[in-house]
Nanobody
């Protein structure tokens, strides 16, 4: 069974940096698009960044220029380097990926359990 596990969250002062990781494990034939989402208290979950299997990236306007998404296909791992963090970046960050378990099955969406990022004001 495929699992996504995030790590790297924590408490950081404004202007600081954190690096989140999302590791996929289990039966994996291929990983397609991977994404970072976040959800702040009382708000809807929002898409933060996307990376395609070929390296294409896209960012929400609110994080453009501060966050960098990357992936290591050999390790089935995705990263989010977050610099110049602001109080409004406080949220639970979730990874999401489209994964095919075998060559004979279709791809399914998987979610991680989330990791808390807190930037005090």
């Amino acid at each position: 069974q495929v699992q996504l596990v995030e790590s790297g969250g924590g408490l950081v002062q404004p202007g600081g940096s954190l690096r989140l990781s999302c590791a996929a494990s289990g039966s994996i034939f291929a990983i397609y698009g991977m994404h970072w989402y976040r959800q702040a208290p009382g708000k809807q979950r929002e898409l933060v960044a996307t990376i395609g299997s070929g390296g294409y990236t896209n960012y929400a306007d609110s994080v453009q220029g501060r966050f960098t998404i990357s992936r290591d296909n050999a390790k089935n791992t995705m990263y989010l380097q977050m610099n110049n963090l602001r109080p409004e970046d406080t949220a639970v960050y979730y990874c999401n990926a489209l994964i095919r378990e075998t060559s004979r099955t279709g791809a399914l969406q998987y979610w991680g359990q989330g990791t808390q990022v807190t930037v005090p004001s």
